[in-house]
């Protein structure tokens, strides 16, 4: 991942966060399937990703500018994780 870089810590080590680069590419992931289900018409967008997310059935995530095969990259249980410390810290 391009995201991914090291960090310079006390001059003695690097650290390498794998964390926030997978958050930030679930970010823009999730990101392209929402603009995707938008442009798409029909859908709620919202009500369509917690529908994919609670049940794991891609039919609830279009086709469209393959977002389906995009949000299968997305493990469930990090993204739920992300989301919920989002939530609570803003």
């Known amino acids: 991942m391009k995201d991914q870089q090291p960090e310079f810590d006390g001059g003695r080590t690097m650290r390498f966060s ?19 289900l938008v442009e798409k018409g029909g859908y709620d967008p919202i009500n369509q990703i917690v529908g994919y997310i609670l049940s794991e059935d891609p039919g609830y995530i ?13 493990d469930r249980d990090e ?3 992300a989301l919920i410390k989002n939530y609570l810290e803003n």
């Open 18 to 36: 794998i964390k926030d680069a997978s958050q930030s590419e679930m970010k823009k992931i999730l990101i392209e399937v929402y603009d995707a």
């Open 62 to 74: 279009t086709n469209y500018k393959n977002a389906r095969t995009l949000i299968r990259k997305i």
């Open 79 to 81: 993204l739920l994780q």
